[in-house]
């Protein structure tokens, strides 16, 4: 089956830097790759998302891009504000919707 | 729409007692997951359905947990006898199966077995 390895596992960057976080995933099947962030005593939200057909998507601060060949792919948050401190989750998944997750990054942003 | 709901948020149980927790999905979707989060293992996919039928539940730690989804608005999980390590954050999703979109996620039910 899939597997979704993340790095780093606790990230801390200063107010209005940048931070990124690595995903690699196993199958090369894997077509869907969703970002997720998560607050404390919340359940996961999606932020970003990127298919295979695509190599970069931005939204405002967020950007993901994805490395087919390499099978990687990666989170970028620039001018980071305390807000966005949180759990962040990538995920990869196939037509069939089997959804597997990495093991999560705790960003701090401190002010 | 109300987003996924999950019944009860938190539940407090003895060891080896039956728990089950509950799972509304968003109406109009068809797919929808059961997913279990402890600080040691993460997120962790324990059984996914589509159109009401358990499509992979090779996730399920054992056979003392079992899901079931009688029609498409409910699902539930349930855990028995219970055990201390069964002890997490357990956490429903729901999405359209066609497309591989979005998962919404509810807000959680936290277990502890004592």
């Known amino acids: 089956g899939e597997n979704v390895e993340q790095h780093p596992s606790t990230l801390s960057v200063q107010e209005g830097d940048s931070a990124v976080i690595k995903c690699t995933y196993s199958?090369?099947?894997?077509?869907?790759f969703p970002w997720y962030k998560q607050e404390l005593g919340k359940g996961p939200q999606l932020i970003i998302d990127?298919?295979?057909?695509?190599g970069e998507k931005k939204d405002q601060r967020i950007a993901v891009t994805l490395n087919k060949t390499a099978k990687h792919f990666s989170l970028h948050i620039t001018e980071t504000q305390p807000e966005d401190s949180a759990v962040y989750f990538c995920a990869a998944s196939k037509n069939n919707n089997d959804m597997r997750f990495g093991a999560g990054t705790r960003l701090t942003v401190k002010p | 729409d109300a987003g996924v709901i999950q019944s009860p948020r938190h539940e407090v149980t003895e060891m080896g007692q039956e728990v089950t927790l509950r799972c509304k999905p968003i109406s109009g979707h068809n797919s929808l997951f059961w997913y279990r989060q402890t600080m040691m293992r993460g997120l962790e996919l324990l059984i996914y359905?589509?159109?009401?039928?358990?499509?992979?539940d090779s996730g399920m730690p054992e056979d003392r947990f079992s899901a079931k989804m009688p029609n498409a608005s409910f699902s539930t999980l349930k855990i028995q006898p219970s055990e201390p390590r069964d002890s997490a954050v357990y956490f429903c999703?729901?999405?359209?199966?066609?497309?591989?979109?979005?998962?919404?996620f509810g807000q959680g039910t936290r277990l502890t077995v004592v």
């Open positions: 999703a729901s999405s359209f199966q066609v497309g591989n979109t979005e998962a919404f």
């Open positions: 359905f589509n159109n009401n039928v358990p499509i992979d």
């Open positions: 199958d090369s099947a894997s077509n869907y």
């Open positions: 990127i298919r295979s057909n695509v």
